[in-house]
């Protein structure tokens, strides 16, 4: 508009969060999701594949996780499919042990979801990105989450209704230890000095 005269301003405010050993989740026990009532953003709108400062969009979905007693909340695209959750990307195993997660069309690309595709594809972990169902999630044998402070955090339920066997599977297990054994090694990353 014509009164905006000084451009844009944008504002960045840096927190220091202790990580080492620590994640967001219960990476062993597991965690319960619900599904949300809000759709994740049309990319003709807020296109969810970017970090922005609207975050709107996730927080109505975590405010219902919360008042659930959940961790989280699963939100769906604008036709009905998976996108992600509002704080984390998402994936599944289905009955064949293949691993399955949205294609982000709708949810953010992120670097620990990229870094998981990589490691299942060296365990010879089959894999797929595509449009999957929340009737599929309900009905996998084993669902994890992915984000950079959570690391991959088992869900043992969703929308009351237990994955798999209620607890942490195998093939999350493998990958947990395979990202674990990734980020622990000099070869991948840079290191971050002691805080003192």
Known sequence: PDFNVYGTTLIVLAEWKPTQGRTTYDNS??????????RRNSP??????IHH?????????????????????????????????NATNIF????????????????????????????????????????????????????????TMGELTPVTMIDGRVIGSGIRGPITTKLQEGYKRLTQSDEWGTPIPEFI
């Not at 003709?44 to 594949?49: E, F, G, I, Q």
């Not at 595709?117 to 992915?146: N, W, Y």
Request: glycine share 6%; charged share 20%; proline share 5%.
């Open 29 to 38: 026990k597991g965690i319960s999701l619900i599904s949300a009532s809000q």
């Open 53 to 85: 400062n609207n975050l709107i969009n996730n927080i109505l979905p975590k405010i219902q996780a919360n008042l659930a007693n959940c961790a989280d909340a699963i939100m769906l695209d604008v036709e009905g499919y998976v996108s992600e959750t």
């Open 92 to 147: 599944m195993v289905d009955e064949n042990g293949t691993l399955l997660t949205p294609h982000p069309d709708h949810c953010l690309p992120g670097i620990t979801r990229s870094t998981v595709l990589q490691i299942a594809k060296q365990m010879g972990v089959p894999h797929l990105e595509r449009r999957v169902s929340l009737a599929e999630f309900h009905a996998a044998e084993e669902v994890f989450t992915t984000g």
């Open 44 to 49: 003709a709108t807020v296109d969810s594949k």
